[in-house]
């Protein structure tokens, strides 16, 4: 298929996808409750005329689009359509009118290129090779991930997908770029959660306390060595603590404290061994300054890695059509994708969507009150979509 056709339909359905994109944003839904957002998704898939089966893990949404010939293969496509708990600030036509609740991931950009991608591949079927799956996955964002419940009911089956692929907007990548990385790319992610038990009383009078606030303070600083003393170098690792509460005052130390953190790291061994250290350092110091001690680890999304071989096929192909300076090798990352799971299951890619335009002030990270996307990452985002589907044989 000629890059010249694909780019003449796309500017014709890019306006409809900034539309798409424009509307979910402004009407965000967190995870698990994407009942409105599923129900857009629908409507839009059956004015496109394409057959879908919902309520798959709750407000998920699968198809097929085949080719009119008989064909063995399958390829996955997958967006998330979940929001974040974050008040929005920017002061847009489309901003969230669901207070608290923005897509600040670029979840609905995923959900529109998708869309998009979709009209076009119905449009063009006759020209496939392979029947293309559809997956519109709740639950990103929270444990224990649509991506595994999914999975679970069976999305890789009927018919058994070969081959997955995903995109992610990256607001480091200006408009434009894209960007891979073969092998071991991003991290597992553990959540950590901690309640110190101790005497509370008057702070003119610690000696009359068991302080979990110093006790906690203790247990932050030393866990800290489990990283650096324990773990082999050469393997990626992150211990963070973003949460402390201690409802006390000035002068009042308080009965207990809560942390809340998160561990992550690209080996299994290691991963397991950290939780047992945590919990062991946590405790033993919990005890010996007389405080108890509540630790519990949830175990979160597994490491994400690129299949390599789809991955640089995949990469051959972008630089076919967008050119070699326009595709990125990108660094592994400590953030942590659901999108973990299909690769544990199938060989899969996950790619990287350029959306930065610092002449537009579009610079903000993801998971930002400001996060926005120049929205021609919409146009490069279906054209590699549409890029992949069409080159597979």
């Not at 339909?9 to 965000?28: F, V």
């Not at 799956?133 to 444990?143: N, T």
């Not at 773990?231 to 409802?247: D, H, K, Q, T, Y």
């Not at 967008?322 to 544990?344: K, S, W």
Request: glycine share 8%; charged share 25%; hydrophobic share 35%.
């Amino acid at each position: 298929m000629k890059k010249e056709f694909i780019q003449n339909r796309l500017r014709e359905i890019h306006k409809d996808t900034i539309e798409i994109r424009r509307y979910i944003h402004q009407n965000p839904e967190l995870s698990f409750k994407e009942f409105k957002t599923s129900t857009y998704i629908q409507d839009k898939l059956t004015e496109f005329g394409i057959s879908f089966t919902n309520g798959v893990a709750g407000t998920g949404i699968i198809g097929t689009i085949s080719p009119d010939h008989p064909t063995n293969k399958c390829i996955g496509l997958r967006a998330d359509i979940d929001a974040l708990p974050i008040v929005e600030d920017n002061e847009v036509s489309y901003k969230s009118k669901n207070e608290g609740i923005m897509h600040a991931c670029g979840h609905d950009v995923h959900t529109s290129i998708l869309l998009g991608s979709l009209k076009f591949i119905q449009e063009n079927r006759q020209a496939l090779n392979a029947t293309v799956k559809f997956i519109f996955q709740p639950g990103e964002e929270k444990l224990p991930g649509g991506a595994s419940l999914m999975i679970a009911e069976g999305v890789l089956d009927s018919p058994k997908v070969d081959e997955i692929y995903g995109l992610h907007v990256f607001p480091e990548l200006e408009t434009g770029k894209i960007g891979l990385k073969s092998g071991m790319y991003m991290a597992s992610c553990d959540e950590i959660y901690m309640k110190v038990i101790g005497k509370g009383g008057h702070g003119a009078m610690p000696h009359q306390n068991v302080d979990p606030i110093l006790i906690s303070a203790h247990i932050l600083t030393a866990l800290q060595q489990v990283i650096s003393r324990n773990c082999n170098p050469a393997i990626p690792s992150v211990l963070s603590f973003g949460r402390i509460e201690g409802l006390g005052a000035t002068n009042v130390i308080p009965n207990e404290v809560n942390l809340q953190g998160t561990f992550r790291t690209m080996d299994e061994n290691w991963r397991q061994e950290a939780h047992h250290l945590i919990k062991k350092q946590a405790t033993f110091i919990a005890k010996s300054m007389g405080a108890d001690i509540e630790v519990n680890i949830e175990r979160g999304y597994p490491f994400l890695e690129n299949n390599p071989e789809l991955t640089e096929m995949t990469r051959h192909k972008l630089i076919q059509y967008f050119g070699e300076n326009e595709v990125i090798n990108l660094p592994i990352r400590m953030t942590g994708e659901d999108f973990a799971f299909y690769g544990q299951k199938i060989p899969s890619t996950f790619i990287r969507i350029g959306t930065r335009n610092e002449e537009k002030g579009i610079i903000h990270p993801v998971h930002h009150s400001k996060f926005d996307i120049d929205e021609d990452a919409l146009f490069v985002g279906m054209e590699t979509f549409i890029n992949i589907v069409f080159q597979n044989k």
